[in-house]
């Protein structure tokens, strides 16, 4: 028989779970082991994400999984309880895992050895990964690995995932230990062990959901989501038969919990002091640059210092590119316009498809600029230190530290920061968070400032050339998203989701130099999914905007409009004869938007909007931008580039937007209706990926609607007031 468990005979690859707490580096071991052969999905039945890689041994591939963080096996969220449910086999198509890799931060074995313990005692194979042996010896900590092999009953591995070192060994190690499985016997408990076996045989016949582990665990944590889940299978009995099997255990001076943990800790510490040597050599610089980053003052205004920096490298660094990327896609529109005949195809080409995708494309360097930061502040571990100082702030707003995590990630994308707040326990703190992400200045938000900003905001220098008011204005709007955010959060936890603020507890990873090869395939990967949205939804609407645009073509205006050219060239010659024909175009190319299927929609709903300061024309582009905000560029890019009223030859959509202008002649983008415009993408929720997992996350579209239609009010709002008094003092 195949000396793997008999749990695998009906899969054709055994199963690994990768497990560890956070920021010890497991997802690096996980990327090393694996490499690029993984994929993302859900798990069966719930919005939790899970990863699976395939690692390839010697004697075959195995399925690698890895599980969220998680510092206990007390499942409080809902990543732990599917990372539980994984270790338990009740994944449907995972099954019992063959073994457990186990990830710990070998600079903090104390803290990881606490999982430690609870998963040796599930009695399945088990191998641990000393993590960040580096940082460890940096801290003047040694470790005897032949030591803790003895004590945990297990492999142990020291490795250095960040620089792949001792990735192979720890392939061999995870080999020998499918082939020659040995499950490690460990109860430290045995008291509770035996009391929540003779509970689970007594409820067996009342739910298959029923095991000892979950009743051990409500034993002890007298509370949580197992808990919750028993009641749920054996009804409100069970919780009077665990209290009753509390008061026998006869822990009377101190809750299980307490005790479960001095057990735990006792022999922890029995085991460090064989295994673990410690110098006298302190974290010195790393313990005054904390001192620096988390005072109240000093650490705010460095916050706020490198939060500017990061807004003003988006504008200066990026010109240069965007320049070079407007004119390539310039100049291949003018080379796809020589190639075809006029007509509806070259149309498509240059005004649907270049002008529509291009216009977006053309923010790529801001975005990856953006996203260079962000990455570098979380690999450094500065991104840890910015949540412990943004505690007080939003504790002030009834949520914790803990919610800054999943509203920071927003910046990026509010998709993977919805889904970030699994991690919080408290279903009313994880809501508010979840309706408060969305504020947050997203990367497809971007292009929409960078290109009002630099048409509509002047290109000063203030404070001796250090600062651009450019610049200040897109950090204003980043605060402004920001405001809005914990403004929801602190709105929700006074009315409909009050609750006492929740206890927030973090470790802060050690400071670290971030790996070039890590930092660039991370950016590579966001520059993937940027340009995959540009060449899917935003070609897709461009597209269909272009074809709004352009049809009904009536052949009635073209007619007229040769009428007037051939009646001009009889009469002018030279520049004059060129000046007349580029306004009988213009007049044309207006004509043909007014009368199509667009121009249509634009002027039915200009009433609405008109109050905002925005023509038939902008109405169009924002109602189009719905789906997904960052295609107003392209719905506007498309417009201008088939309906402009300005010089033809001017393809820079920024100047195609100073010129616009209203039929008697006023211009339509003044500075209150940009600015105006700017707040209306601040606030409004133009993002249907974002609706939809706003509704997966609380699973009730109520939560989803209210979000759209709450954060679309304010939009309008704000940009009503800001173009109505703007226009008052002008």
């Known amino acids: 028989m195949d000396p793997l468990s008999s749990n695998r005979a009906e899969r054709n690859r055994a199963t690994i779970a990768v497990v560890g707490n956070p920021n010890v580096g497991k997802s690096t071991v996980f990327n090393a082991l694996t490499g690029l052969r993984q994929k993302i999905a859900n798990y069966p039945g719930v919005t939790v994400e899970r990863r699976l890689g395939i690692l390839s041994l010697d004697h075959g591939e195995v399925h690698l999984v890895d599980l969220p963080g998680m510092y206990s096996l007390s499942a409080q969220s809902p990543d732990e309880v599917v990372a539980l449910d994984v270790l338990l086999g009740r994944i449907p198509d995972l099954g019992t895992p063959d073994a457990v890799l186990i990830v710990t931060d070998a600079s903090n074995l104390r803290r990881n050895l606490f ?74 408990m045995p008291a509770i062990k035996e009391a929540a076996g003779k509970l689970a045989d007594e409820f067996c016949p009342l739910g298959r959901a029923i095991v000892p582990h979950d009743i051990e665990r409500a034993l002890i944590d007298e509370g949580g989501l197992v808990l919750e889940r028993l009641r749920a299978a054996a009804g409100a009995e069970v919780v009077e038969r665990l209290s009753e099997a509390r008061a026998g255990l006869g822990f009377a001076t101190e809750s299980l919990a307490a005790a479960d943990a001095r057990c735990r800790y006792e022999w922890i510490n029995r085991i460090l002091v064989q ?39 988006v504008f200066s660094w990026a010109t240069p590119m965007v320049d070079g990327i407007d004119a390539l896609m310039r100049h291949l529109g003018e080379f796809v316009s020589r190639q075809l005949p006029e007509g509806a195809l070259a149309s498509l080409i240059v005004d649907g498809m270049i002008a529509g995708v291009g216009s977006v494309v053309v923010f790529l360097p801001q975005i990856l600029i953006l996203s260079v930061f962000i990455i570098l502040l979380e690999d450094t571990g500065y991104m840890a230190r910015a949540a412990f100082l943004m505690d007080r702030l939003m504790r002030s707003c009834g949520l914790s530290g803990q919610s800054f995590i999943p509203m920071l990630s927003s910046f990026a994308c509010a998709v993977p920061g919805i889904m970030a707040t699994r991690v919080i326990a408290d279903p009313r703190d994880r809501f508010a968070t979840i309706l408060a992400a969305p504020f947050m ?48 959060a602190l709105l929700l936890k006074r009315t409909v989701l009050r609750g006492p603020a929740p206890a927030f507890l ?210 309008y709002l704000s940009a009503f007031m800001c173009f109505q008094f703007g226009t008052s003092v002008a």
């Open 441 to 488: 200045t997203c990367s497809a938000r971007l292009p929409v400032y960078t290109l009002l900003i630099s048409a509509f905001v002047p290109d000063k220098s203030l404070a001796y050339g250090l600062l651009s008011l450019q610049g200040l204005v897109l950090l204003g709007l980043y605060l402004i998203g920001i405001l809005g955010g914990v403004g929801t």
């Open 115 to 188: 999982l430690v313990s609870q998963i040796l005692e599930l009695g399945l194979p088990v191998l641990v990964a000393l993590n960040m042996m580096d940082v460890a010896r940096s801290r003047g900590i040694a470790l005897n690995v032949n030591t803790l092999e003895h004590e945990l009953q297990c492999a142990v591995m020291p490795v250095v995932a960040s620089r792949s070192e001792g990735i192979e060994a720890l392939r061999s190690a995870l080999e020998r230990t499918l082939h020659h499985p040995r499950a490690p016997r460990l109860a430290l």
């Open 275 to 313: 295994a673990e040597t410690r110098s006298d050599r302190l974290r010195g610089w790393s313990d005054r640059i904390d001192r620096l980053v988390s005072h109240p003052l000093l650490g705010t205004a460095l916050f706020l210092g490198v939060m500017a920096l990061v807004f003003q490298a």
């Open 506 to 715: 973090m470790e802060l990873p050690p400071y670290r130099w971030p790996r070039p090869r890590s930092v660039v395939l991370r950016l590579v990967e966001r520059m993937r999914v940027f340009l995959v949205r540009a060449g899917g939804i935003i070609f897709t609407v461009a597209v269909i905007v272009w074809a709004l645009a352009y049809f009904p073509h009536p052949s009635i205006i073209h007619q007229d409009h040769e009428r007037q050219r051939l009646e001009a060239a009889a009469k002018l010659d030279g520049d004059a004869l060129t000046k007349q024909r580029r306004e009988i175009d213009n007049h044309e190319a207006a004509a043909f938007l007014e009368q199509s299927a667009l121009g249509r929609i634009g002027k039915t709903v200009e009433p609405l909007f008109s109050p905002l300061g925005w023509d038939w024309k902008v109405a169009a582009a924002v109602i189009a931008s719905f789906p997904a905000r960052e295609v107003v560029i392209a719905v506007l890019g498309t417009i201008y580039a088939v309906g402009s009223d300005v010089d033809p030859a001017d393809n820079s959509l920024s100047n195609r937007l100073r010129n616009a202008s209203w039929p008697d002649g006023r211009k339509v983008f003044s500075f209150s209706m940009a600015l105006g415009l700017m707040l209306f993408y601040a606030f409004c929720l133009q993002c249907a990926a974002t609706v939809a997992i706003i509704r997966r996350e609380t699973n009730s579209w109520r939560w989803a609607g209210f979000a759209w239609v709450y954060m679309t009010t304010i939009g």
